[in-house]
């Protein structure tokens, strides 16, 4: 039993920054990776980034590439999700989640990202 809970989201004109947080209880060596979804009015869920479990490594989208990145505390048993220069583009609801084989199975509630001007 895994909950995961998203902070940090708000609204930041375009080139601002934001991190949001993702603070994890509970077991997930059961999980390969836990990252980022996201998903904007109208659009499907898409994948921003996530880290291996095991590893550290990471995984990007391509259009963040460059302008998010991903770390984790495990000491704290949290992970972040820097996000710079942001653009308008990036407005979406962000869930945290818990992945195997690149598939999200385990989600927290979102958090709203809005880039305007």
């Known amino acids: 039993q895994v909950q995961l809970v998203e902070s940090g989201g708000g609204l930041v004109q375009p080139g601002g920054s934001l991190r949001l947080s993702c603070s994890f209880s509970g077991l997930t060596r059961d999980y390969d990776a836990i990252g980022w979804f996201r998903q904007a009015p109208g659009k499907e869920r898409e994948g921003v980034s996530c880290i291996s479990i095991a590893d550290g490594s990471t995984y990007y989208l391509d259009s963040v590439k460059g302008r998010f990145t991903l770390s984790r505390d495990n000491s704290k048993n949290t992970v972040y999700l820097q996000m710079d220069n942001l653009k308008p583009e990036d407005t979406a609801v962000y869930y945290c989640?818990?992945?195997?084989?690149?598939?999200?199975?385990?989600w927290g509630q979102g958090t709203q990202v809005t880039v305007s001007s």
């Open positions: 989640s818990l992945l195997n084989s690149f598939r999200g199975e385990t």
